[in-house]
């Protein structure tokens, strides 16, 4: 029999559920946060934002990413939000952990589409990315351009 197949970001996280994985906000010694597309608008983003948590996740040595693609439900449900409220309020929830990457010392990833081979040919894609990216400088976040 085939083994298992390994739980992703998007639902389910080294076996954790979304909301067990947001947890990890208050708990990681470090955290980063992923800027990107919607992953139902942009499923392509989307998976590429998935990938930069698995690949840089790592819960063991209490190193969080949160992707707001799963992580904004988690969050809002954590603050008493309804799916109304968060698709009104997502940008606090959003700048909320980004208080925690800035306090912990972690990085911002910005999920953009790829135009060449240079590390500035890229554009940004997500409609509140650029706001994003702006919040991120004015706390002094690093940021790191990822391209799909």
Request: charged share 25%.
């Given at each position: ?26 708990k990681a010694a ?28 790592d819960p063991f ?88």
């Amino acid at each position: 029999m085939p083994p298992a197949p390994r739980p992703t970001a998007e639902t389910n996280y080294q076996g954790l559920s979304n909301k067990e994985d947001f947890e990890q906000v208050a708990k990681a010694a470090t955290v980063h946060i992923i800027s990107c597309p919607y992953d139902k608008t942009n499923p392509v983003a989307g998976r590429r934002a998935a990938a930069v948590k698995d690949s840089r996740d790592d819960p063991f040595a209490r190193v969080y990413v949160f992707n707001p693609n799963s992580g904004l439900v988690a969050a809002a449900e954590a603050a008493g939000m309804t799916p109304e409220q968060q698709g009104k309020k997502w940008l606090r929830l959003w700048t909320e952990v980004a208080n925690r990457v800035q306090e912990t010392g972690g990085s911002c990833f910005v999920i953009v589409k790829g135009t060449g081979p240079g590390p500035d040919d890229f554009v940004i894609e997500g409609n509140a990315q650029e706001g994003e990216i702006n919040v991120a400088k004015l706390a002094g976040i690093p940021i790191e351009y990822i391209k799909y």
